[in-house]
């Protein structure tokens, strides 16, 4: 079936440090997000970027089609960017969403 | 414009027990699709509700049933509860649309514990 799969699992890091996140699809995608859940449980919408490259202040997200990946990439971390990375794409029109495993990004004082 | 809003937040059922969540998207939005979310699952698919129709469905069991309403507002039903339904349901609204982005918004969830 179709797969999204995200690396690293797990990721420590010191404050002030630089990250990249890594996300492979197995089929060619309609839509692609990259979410953050914060601890209480709710996804926070980051990037929609089934192509091509965003910033959004210290993040940006570059997927490139043709390759199957999109990489997410944080800057000068801080212990609030702590939490679960997801990335998910949708194959089809509609909501059917495919959820990686999710990163879950540690930042330390 | 207001976010997505799930009710109820929390939710302590007992097995054999039914349960109604319900989903209000942002205005504007007709696509409405429900996720469950747990450990050893991670977060998986349900269904999709657009314009009042099932569009998408994952690989749940029957038990698992929801609707839409006019005003695009959702509600999924899970009967003859189970243990291991035990999760956080979260809905998604986007504008569900071809050719328009379809972003997904999430709401904050509801967690439901089945004893």
């Known amino acids: 079936g179709i797969q999204v799969e995200q690396s690293p699992p797990d990721l420590i890091l010191q404050e002030g440090a630089n990250s990249t996140l890594r996300c492979n699809f197995s089929?060619?995608?309609?839509?692609l997000q990259w979410f953050h859940q914060n601890p209480w449980g709710q996804l926070i919408n980051l990037f929609y970027?089934?192509?091509g490259t965003k910033q959004n202040g210290r993040l940006s997200a570059t997927t490139v089609a043709t390759e199957r990946y999109s990489l997410l990439y944080i800057s000068s971390s801080q212990t609030t960017d702590s939490g679960v990375y997801f990335c998910?794409?949708?194959?089809?029109?509609?909501?059917?969403?495919?959820f990686g495993q999710g990163t879950e990004l540690s930042v330390k004082p | 414009k207001a976010g997505v809003t799930q009710t109820p937040r929390y939710l302590i059922k007992t097995r054999g027990q039914q349960v109604t969540l319900s989903c209000s998207p942002i205005?504007?939005?007709?696509?409405v699709s429900w996720y469950q979310q747990t450990p050893g699952q991670g977060l998986q698919f349900l269904f999709e509700y657009f314009s009042e129709t099932q569009r998408n469905k994952g690989n749940f069991p029957g038990r698992f049933s929801g609707r839409q309403f006019s005003n695009s507002r959702s509600e999924m039903n899970v009967s003859t509860l189970e243990l291991g339904d035990s999760a956080l349901y979260l809905c998604?609204?986007?504008?569900?649309?071809?050719?328009?982005?379809?972003?997904?918004?999430f709401g904050p969830g509801t967690r439901l514990t089945v004893l």
């Open positions: 970027i089934p192509s």
């Open positions: 089929d060619s995608v309609n839509n």
């Open positions: 998604a609204s986007s504008p569900g649309l071809a050719g328009v982005q379809d972003t997904q918004y």
């Open positions: 205005s504007g939005h007709r696509s």
């Open positions: 998910a794409a949708t194959y089809n029109q509609g909501g059917k969403l495919i």
